[in-house]
């Protein structure tokens, strides 16, 4: 009956997280230590939010060298710049796939200063040009995301060998969310939205109705199992069955890496325009680098602190929501 106190041990890149875990609170009796699924996610969001390869190298190098310089550090303030670290890598390497480098910075000094317009191409593509293909994926990546959520929760009952449970409440929802979005794929609402026409065929989508009808009466008869009163069990599983409006609200809410993504773009864009507004002359360049490092400086800052707390706001609800509810209390030898 007595609940154990808790110590986590992970890896050298996952244990940049576990302040994060811990702000949320530590696994309780019984719950599996997330830790490592949550450092690959968050690094990944992060520098999907903030997308930009020269404010990446920025960020890796600066804790780069912190780390260096000061090895003995206390422990979760060397974890927290570890964990910016590694964020900045990926914000780098998000970044070169975008082609944002201090925004379009490149492009505007170039045929400002020099008459003739370099660039850097994007290796995938440029978000400012494409945002609603951005935000496909990224509501894509959501799914992924709270998926992975729902796998967990369904392994930790098939460890406690709750294997009704594991069946209603993992793998009805499992059925009737991926029978949806078979079907809403095809749909002319989907190609509006994403402007991309992806023809599935016939026979998957009448595959994706039956697994959402089988999902939604599952759910139905199956959420209120431990009540005996029949209209009590409907009532329960009308209910739970309602519960797919917070399926819907949790992946809109990876539409703010669509936002926080173009953030980054647009106020860098406009640092530099802003900049070279006095053109090629002495005073001109003056302007421009006193613009571009202040502007720089903010717009590196205000999106630093915009990615942290959004993406933390991503593991906290729709990932943790999904299976881990924490409440653990910390081990102190």
């Known amino acids: 009956e007595e609940e154990p106190p808790v110590l986590l041990h992970n890896n050298r890149f996952s244990e940049s997280v576990e302040g994060v875990l811990a702000?949320?609170?530590l696994p309780a009796k019984g719950e599996i230590d997330p830790t490592f699924f949550t450092s690959i996610f968050y690094v990944f969001l992060f520098g999907l939010m903030l997308s930009d390869a020269a404010y990446g190298l920025i960020v890796s190098l600066a804790c780069g060298i912190v780390l260096l310089k000061f090895p003995r550090m206390e422990?979760?303030?060397?974890?927290?710049?570890?964990?910016f670290f590694w964020c900045g890598?990926?914000?780098?390497?998000?970044?070169?796939?975008?082609?944002?480098?201090?925004?379009?910075?490149?492009d505007v000094i170039s045929e400002t200063f020099?008459?003739?317009?370099?660039s850097i191409p994007a290796l995938w593509f440029v978000p400012l040009n494409e945002p609603m293909r951005l935000l496909v994926f990224s509501m894509l990546f959501g799914l992924i995301h709270m998926f992975l959520g729902m796998g967990l929760k369904g392994y930790m009952l098939i460890r406690d060998k709750k294997y009704l449970d594991f069946f209603c409440d993992v793998v009805l929802w499992f059925m009737l969310l991926m029978g949806l979005i078979l079907i809403f794929i095809p749909s002319s609402m989907f190609r509006s939205i994403s402007q991309m026409d992806?023809?599935?065929?016939?026979a998957v989508v009448q595959i994706g109705k039956w697994m959402a009808i089988i999902g939604a009466v599952g759910i139905l008869f199956m959420s209120g199992r431990d009540k005996k009163n029949p209209f009590l069990r409907l009532a329960l599983g009308a209910y739970d069955l309602y519960n797919i409006t917070?399926?819907?609200?949790?992946?809109l809410s990876y539409s703010r890496l669509l936002a926080l993504g173009l953030a980054t773009g647009v106020i860098a864009s406009v640092m530099n325009q802003m900049g070279s507004m006095l053109g090629d002359s002495i005073l001109g360049w003056i302007v421009f680098i006193l613009v571009f490092v202040i502007g720089?400086?903010?717009?590196?800052?205000?999106n630093l602190l915009g990615a942290y707390v959004h993406t933390c706001r991503l593991q906290y609800v729709e990932f943790f929501g999904k299976f881990f509810e924490g409440g653990g209390k910390e081990f102190h030898p």
Do not use: C
């Open 23 to 25: 702000s949320f609170g």
């Open 246 to 251: 917070g399926w819907v609200s949790d992946i």
């Open 75 to 83: 422990t979760n303030l060397r974890k927290s710049v570890q964990l």
């Open 198 to 202: 992806l023809n599935l065929p016939a």
């Open 296 to 302: 720089h400086i903010f717009n590196l800052l205000i």
């Open 89 to 106: 890598l990926s914000t780098l390497f998000w970044g070169v796939l975008f082609g944002g480098y201090f925004g379009d910075a490149l």
């Open 114 to 118: 020099f008459g003739h317009k370099i």
